[in-house]
């Protein structure tokens, strides 16, 4: 049972540039959330995704966009990168129905470094 | 902005000692899960508890809640080297749907 997969591992891009991160759920579950985490930070909600829409938003600017498709995959797109967008960027998956009652299950991130 | 505060920011202890680690929150919660990170890398959930629950145990963890003063404790028990990651504390509510709030975390070293 495979679980939350992220690709890619690591990623430089150039401030200005803009970048595709991709996730594919745990094997069962219908929700995709996304989270940026800064070095020595706790993670911050960016937006979560169910039945294709985006469901809840955090406090980032519109560069930050996502989309989810019919087999519950998810990508994050940022815009128009600045050095501040360098940070682990950490997929999680759940089961929309059972939100209130169990944990996310976590992908290993993508690591993305704007210079 | 971070929901909760985890403390202490870091924890220095050896092999077979319990280390405790505490979280506060502001505002109210359905329920307050544990994370833990292993070099910067995904975080797996440790354990899940409801605004409703006091005390949930786990293998070696065990988590109390205290709705009133708006904060949770972890307990490791019988650490070992592995145990050695960084614990969040987040928390969610029914309003903001899956919108999980970390705090900044615990670093956590065992030493053999």
């Known amino acids: 049972d495979a679980g939350v997969t992220q690709s890619p591992t690591h990623l430089i891009k150039t401030r200005g540039q803009q970048v595709t991160l991709r996730c594919s759920p745990k094997?069962?579950?219908?929700?995709v959330s996304w989270y940026q985490q800064a070095l020595g930070q706790g993670p911050q909600f960016i937006f979560q995704?169910?039945?294709?829409?985006?469901?809840q938003r955090g406090n980032f600017p519109d560069r930050f966009s996502g989309h989810q498709f019919p087999n519950y995959s998810s990508e994050l797109n940022v815009n128009a990168l600045l050095l501040g967008d360098s940070a682990l960027y950490l997929c999680a998956s759940s089961l929309g129905s059972n939100r209130a009652n169990y944990g996310y299950t976590f992908g290993s991130g993508t690591r993305l470094t704007v210079v | 902005s971070q929901q909760g505060e985890e403390d202490p920011q870091a924890l220095s202890i050896q092999e077979g000692e319990n280390a405790t680690m505490n979280c506060s929150y502001k505002?109210?919660?359905?329920?307050l899960q544990w994370y833990r990170q292993n070099s910067g890398r995904g975080l797996v959930h440790l354990i899940l508890?409801?605004?409703?629950?006091r005390e949930k145990h786990s293998g070696r963890l065990r988590v109390t809640l205290d709705t009133s003063k708006k904060s949770s404790s972890l307990l490791i028990t019988a650490s070992r080297a592995a145990d050695t990651a960084s614990y969040f504390c987040a928390t969610g509510s029914l309003d903001s749907w899956g919108k999980l709030q970390f705090g900044a975390g615990t670093q956590v070293v065992v030493t053999p």
């Open positions: 094997s069962g579950h219908d929700t």
């Open positions: 508890i409801r605004s409703n629950e």
């Open positions: 995704y169910y039945e294709e829409e985006e469901r």
């Open positions: 505002t109210s919660i359905n329920n």
